[in-house]
Every structure is written in structure tokens, then in C-alpha cells.
Nanobody, 125 residues
Framework: QLQPVESGGELVQPGGSLRLSCNGT????????IGWFRQAPGKAREGVAV????????NYADSVKGRFTVSRDNAKNTVWLQMNSLKPEDTGVYYC??????????????????WGQGTQVTVSS
């Protein structure tokens, strides 16, 4: 099955930074919006950020505004999530997903056609 692949998750101290990558591998991402979601143990998956196919439209969850930045390079078939000022509550498995919805409608998780396997982010001292 064609699916994107996430990488970059690791253990980091509070206040630290991480950069996650979502690579399309054999799946071309350039016509789709890409969303980043996370799931903490015992909690539902929540939307973090969504970027449109040409990076003209971006949507962030209130909890990460000013700390996280999503970007993409369609020539590299890759989307990144730069995470700064990390907090323990940012801990979870981070997934990227592919959607045809615009970013303004894609933060709730509906309308995604394929997801990656996820990468673990742990924020702890």
C-alpha cells in the first residue's frame, strides 16, 4: 500500500526542538494537503497542523500556534513539522496524513485517504 513515512521523533527535554519529516516515498504528495496529527496514550488523535498543496494555506491548532511551523517542498516530496519550545503535553505519536480537503477544513481528521505509521515524540526531563 502506498503511504507516507514519518521520521524525526525522539526523546527531547522540555523547551527543546525537533523537526519531523513526512516523505511520500512512492506516493506523490504535491496535489494534496498534508496534515500532522498526534495521539497521546489514552487520548484521541488530534490535529496539529495542515498545509495546502502549494503552501498558500496553513492551519494550526491553538495549542501549537507560535511554536510549531509546517512547511513542504514538493520537489522533494516531503513535508516538515518544526517544533520549538516543546512541552511535556506535546508527547505522543505523530502522524502525517494525506487529504483533498483544504486546510481550513482538515484539522479535525475527516477526509484523509492515507496515513503514515507514525513517529514517537517524547518530551521529558
Amino acid at each position: 500500500q502506498l503511504q507516507p513515512v514519518e521520521s524525526g521523533g525522539e526523546l527531547v527535554q522540555p523547551g527543546g526542538s525537533l523537526r519531523l519529516s513526512c516523505n511520500g516515498t512512492r506516493l506523490a504528495l504535491d496535489f494534496y494537503a498534508i496534515g500532522w496529527f498526534r495521539q497521546a496514550p489514552g487520548k484521541a488523535r488530534e490535529g496539529v497542523a495542515v498545509i495546502g498543496s502549494r503552501s498558500l494555506s496553513i492551519n494550526y491548532a491553538d495549542s501549537v500556534k507560535g511554536r510549531f511551523t509546517v512547511s513542504r517542498d514538493n520537489a522533494k516530496n516531503t513535508v516538515w513539522l518544526q517544533m520549538n519550545s516543546l512541552k511535556p503535553e506535546d508527547t505522543g505519536v505523530y502522524y502525517c496524513g494525506v487529504t483533498s480537503l483544504p486546510p481550513s477544513r482538515a484539522l479535525k481528521g475527516d477526509g484523509y485517504v492515507v496515513w503514515g505509521q507514525g513517529t514517537q515524540v517524547t518530551v521529558s526531563s
